[in-house]
């Protein structure tokens, strides 16, 4: 089984976890939260809001962290939009996607990872 740790060190693999959001102030936080506790720290976070009407950018700008990257629609077009427009904006080698009320386990990232490189495949539910 290969090392995770090394791999990562000498390839600069990153992840791109995009979440897309709608009106979601109350619980994108700890949604954000999971992401950013995550074992694996080699990711950008890729938040595409939808065109809410709440205090979601609110919420998002209290996290002060670099690997974040919030873009605001000025109209609601849907999650299946914003996971697109979140994708182009991506710059990782692999997608994880989240929504915006779902919480990571905190290695979720690890372990998928982990079964991509072993099993040798881009793929992994």
């Known amino acids: 089984m290969l090392n995770l740790v090394?791999?990562?060190?000498?390839?600069?693999?990153?992840?791109?976890?995009?979440?897309?959001?709608?009106?979601?102030?109350?619980?994108?936080?700890?949604?954000?939260?999971?992401?950013?506790?995550?074992?694996?720290?080699?990711?950008?976070?890729?938040?595409?809001?939808?065109?809410?009407?709440?205090?979601?950018?609110?919420?998002?700008?209290k996290f002060q962290d670099k690997r974040i990257k919030y873009i605001k629609l000025d109209t609601n077009q849907g999650a299946s939009n914003a996971r697109n427009i979140g994708i182009k904006n991506a710059k990782g080698k692999y997608m994880s996607f989240q929504d915006s009320d779902d919480i990571f386990y905190p290695n979720k990232l690890e372990i998928q990872l982990n079964n991509i490189i072993n099993k040798k495949s881009d793929l992994d539910f």
């Open 6 to 61: 090394s791999i990562l060190k000498h390839n600069n693999i990153k992840i791109s976890v995009i979440i897309p959001t709608f009106n979601r102030e109350k619980l994108i936080g700890n949604s954000i939260k999971s992401v950013l506790n995550q074992t694996l720290k080699n990711f950008e976070l890729i938040i595409v809001d939808d065109g809410s009407t709440d205090n979601t950018k609110e919420v998002v700008d």
